[in-house]
């Protein structure tokens, strides 16, 4: 029985899910991933491990909302210009992958689920996802600039797989107008076949 069946009518104390992630974040960069424990959140909030329990059914959930939230929807509005849209959306990953926070969890997280045998609920990875706000900007393209037969899904992935590694790989990866690369690597990806070159973004 949930806690809103248990008490109809009472909302949710938004406070302690505020407390919860801040201490999670706080630990993920002051004591590691390994240390982000949920009894060391609750010690470090005040939050009652119980009430913790009854949001996160464990602590990955909990690190995965702490760090990934999602990225601002007034951030990565689209416009309906795809080169621009794209751009905004990955100056915003790149940010939110890029916070203390993400990037003490972003390894452990990776190890986790590579070794995780349990099936994973959809709803749980589109909570933390960016891939439905690429999906609307896709969809706000003028029309003839997104192949209909490319699958969002895998353009998605493989910018997510560039995201990564210039979070885990940034000394390797190190290149002049990294945004830019990947932007143009993005559109190369959505183009319909015999539209011709890119034409290289400004600095």
């Given at each position: 029985m949930t806690e809103s069946r248990r008490?109809?009518?009472?909302?949710?104390?938004?406070?302690?899910?505020?407390?919860?992630?801040?201490?999670?974040?706080?630990?993920?960069?002051?004591?590691?991933?390994?240390?982000t424990t949920i009894q060391a959140v609750a010690e470090h909030s005040g939050v009652h491990a119980s009430a913790i329990y009854r949001r996160?059914?464990?602590?990955?959930?909990?690190?995965?909302e702490a760090t990934f939230p999602g990225l601002s929807p007034l951030g990565v509005r689209p416009t309906g210009d795809l080169r621009a849209d794209v751009r905004r959306f990955i100056r915003a990953y790149l940010a939110a992958f890029n916070a203390p926070a993400a990037r003490a969890a972003a390894a452990g997280l990776l190890a986790y689920h590579q070794a995780s045998r349990?099936?994973?609920?959809?709803?749980?990875?589109?909570?933390?996802?960016?891939?439905?706000?690429?999906?609307?900007?896709?969809?706000?393209?003028?029309?003839?600039?997104?192949?209909?037969?490319?699958?969002?899904?895998?353009?998605f992935d493989m910018l997510l797989g560039a995201v990564l590694a210039r979070t885990l790989l940034?000394?390797?990866?190190?290149?002049?107008r990294p945004v830019d690369r990947t932007v143009e690597m993005v559109l190369r990806l959505l183009r319909p076949l015999g539209t011709g070159a890119a034409t290289t973004p400004d600095a």
């Open positions: 008490r109809p009518g009472r909302p949710r104390d938004t406070s302690i899910d505020e407390r919860a992630l801040a201490a999670t974040r706080e630990l993920l960069v002051g004591r590691g991933f390994e240390a996160w059914p464990s602590r990955i959930e909990l690190i995965e349990r099936p994973r609920p959809p709803e749980l990875d589109l909570r933390v996802s960016a891939r439905p706000q690429f999906e609307e900007i896709l969809r706000a393209a003028p029309p003839g600039s997104v192949d209909p037969a490319v699958d969002p899904d895998d353009v940034l000394n390797v990866t190190t290149r002049q």
